[in-house]
């Protein structure tokens, strides 16, 4: 079953090969720009929540602190949401006639890869298979599958559709990864 992030960006009668999503989909790390704004949101609520005007009633501080408080954990919790989201909408598919990449609004959106403008098809993957697709294009450019959990495999299926779409090679016998 394909996600319904590729399922309306299919043409009629066209089909899937392969998909699949890039194999982690981590949160956020140390060094992620994503982190950028959670650390803007706690440090302007630290500075909201130190610096109480004086002459407040303790219980009034005490209000004002805690709303502070909710409304910056309330819009972490929104912008983590929208992040993974985002990462989570990253899907890579094979078709008979492209390769499809879509992403969420920070991965670049959507990008369909005709099979006939693919030039070359490199690998670059570790011991256990993980890797990165990259395919160059007419005019040197490039897309990329990154962080496919089998890329050799993928990247066999990706040459033998190449082949099948410039008429060197029929595509039946092969069947679709699962």
Same mark, same amino acid.
């Given at each position: 079953?394909? #996600? #319904?992030?590729?399922?309306?960006?299919? +043409? #009629?009668?066209?089909?899937? /090969?392969?998909?699949?999503? #890039?194999?982690?989909?981590?949160?956020?790390?140390?060094?992620?720009?994503?982190? =950028?704004?959670? =650390?803007?949101?706690?440090?302007?609520?630290? %500075?909201?929540?130190?610096?109480?005007?004086?002459?407040?009633?303790?219980?009034?501080?005490?209000?004002?602190?805690?709303?502070?408080?909710?409304?910056?954990?309330?819009?972490? =919790?929104?912008?983590?949401?929208?992040?993974? +989201?985002?990462?989570?909408?990253?899907?890579?598919?094979?078709?008979?006639? +492209?390769? /499809?990449?879509?992403?969420?609004?920070?991965?670049?959106?959507?990008?369909?890869?005709?099979?006939?403008?693919?030039?070359?098809?490199?690998?670059?993957?570790?011991?256990?298979?993980?890797?990165?697709?990259?395919?160059?294009?007419?005019?040197?450019?490039?897309?990329?599958?990154?962080?496919?959990?089998?890329?050799? %495999?993928?990247?066999?299926?990706?040459?033998?559709?190449?082949?099948?779409?410039?008429?060197?090679?029929?595509?039946?016998?092969?069947?679709?990864?699962?």
């Amino acid at each position: 079953m394909t #996600p #319904p992030e590729l399922e309306y960006r299919l +043409r #009629p009668g066209e089909q899937v /090969l392969w998909w699949g999503r #890039p194999s982690s989909l981590a949160l956020a790390g140390r060094n992620d720009l994503a982190m =950028l704004p959670i =650390l803007a949101i706690v440090t302007a609520n630290a %500075a909201a929540a130190l610096f109480v005007p004086r002459g407040w009633h303790p219980v009034v501080t005490t209000i004002f602190r805690a709303a502070i408080t909710a409304s910056a954990i309330s819009l972490i =919790l929104t912008y983590l949401t929208i992040v993974v +989201r985002q990462r989570r909408q990253r899907c890579y598919a094979i078709t008979r006639d +492209r390769v /499809l990449l879509i992403g969420g609004f920070a991965a670049g959106g959507f990008r369909g890869v005709p099979l006939e403008t693919v030039r070359d098809v490199q690998l670059d993957a570790n011991a256990k298979g993980r890797g990165i697709i990259a395919l160059v294009v007419d005019g040197g450019r490039h897309a990329e599958l990154a962080d496919v959990a089998d890329a050799p %495999a993928v990247r066999d299926l990706l040459i033998a559709a190449i082949e099948a779409a410039s008429g060197r090679a029929t595509l039946r016998a092969i069947p679709p990864l699962p």
